[in-house]
T-cell receptor, first 117, second 110 residues
Framework: NAGVMQNPRHLVRRRGQEARLRCSPM?????VYWYRQLPEEGLKFMVY????????ESGMPKERFSAEFPKEGPSILRIQQVVRGDSAAYFC???????????????FGAGTRLSVL | DAKTTQPNSMESNEEEPVHLPCNHS???????IHWYRQLPSQGPEYVIH???SNVNNRMASLAIAEDRKSSTLILHRATLRDAAVYYC???????????FGTGTRLAVRP
């Protein structure tokens, strides 16, 4: 049973380019979350999606960042016109449909480390 | 969101038990207590969760105070592989996002 798959593991972009980060949730999971971890800082929530819907984007920067989770295929976190401050580790997590008490158990991928030159 | 307080760092010897404390004095009645850990260069990993009663699983035990204002994650025999940052997180009633604090960095001495 494969876990949450993120790719690429490492991504290097020059300032002004676009970065696309992919996340395939665990089989049977329909909830996806994105978190960002800046160097030497804690993890910060960015966005929570279900298939074809953004449920909570309260942690997303207002500009240049977008996320989607289409009916088919992985969830994508897209960063346009990257700047050096976007350099961070981006983690995706998934969870199953809530059928019980602890709906907040999330399973994380290994992350994508974005470096902006 | 209810806040948690954890020590910044702790040390343990290999094969000894480790007790990681967490204070959450403003916890609400419906908040679950979750523990995650993050090993170096990896994504966070779910460890255990509980509501009121103490919980055991293959990774750890969770002891919850009777008033629920604090909890303790117990690793029964620390191994070098348990060196990680441990996060105590409240949730389950107010949405699905996890709010990570600074956690406790556990070092395990051989």
């Amino acid at each position: 049973n494969a876990g949450v798959m993120q790719n690429p593991r490492h991504l290097v972009r020059r300032r002004g380019q676009e970065a696309r980060l992919r996340c395939s949730p665990m089989k049977g999971h329909s909830h996806v979350y994105w978190y960002r971890q800046l160097p030497e800082e804690g993890l910060k929530f960015m966005v929570y999606l279900q298939k074809e819907n953004i449920i909570d984007e309260s942690g997303m920067p207002k500009e240049r960042f977008s996320a989607e989770f289409p009916k088919e295929g992985p969830s994508i976190l897209r960063i346009q016109q990257v700047v050096r401050g976007d350099s961070a580790a981006y983690f995706c997590a998934s969870s199953p449909v809530d059928r019980g008490k602890a709906k907040n158990i999330q399973y994380f991928g290994a992350g994508t480390r974005l470096s902006v030159l | 969101d209810a806040k948690t307080t954890q020590p910044n760092s702790m040390e343990s010897n290999e094969e000894e038990p480790v007790h990681l404390p967490c204070n959450h004095s403003t916890i609400s009645g419906t908040d679950y207590i979750h523990w995650y850990r993050q090993l170096p260069s990896q994504g966070p990993e779910y460890v255990i969760h509980g509501l009121t009663s103490n919980v055991n699983n293959r990774m750890a035990s969770l002891a919850i105070a009777e008033d629920r204002k604090s909890s303790t994650l117990i690793l029964h025999r620390a191994t070098l592989r348990d060196a990680a940052v441990y996060y105590c997180i409240l949730g389950g009633s107010s949405g699905d996002k996890l709010t990570f604090g600074t956690g406790t960095r556990l070092a395990v001495r051989p």
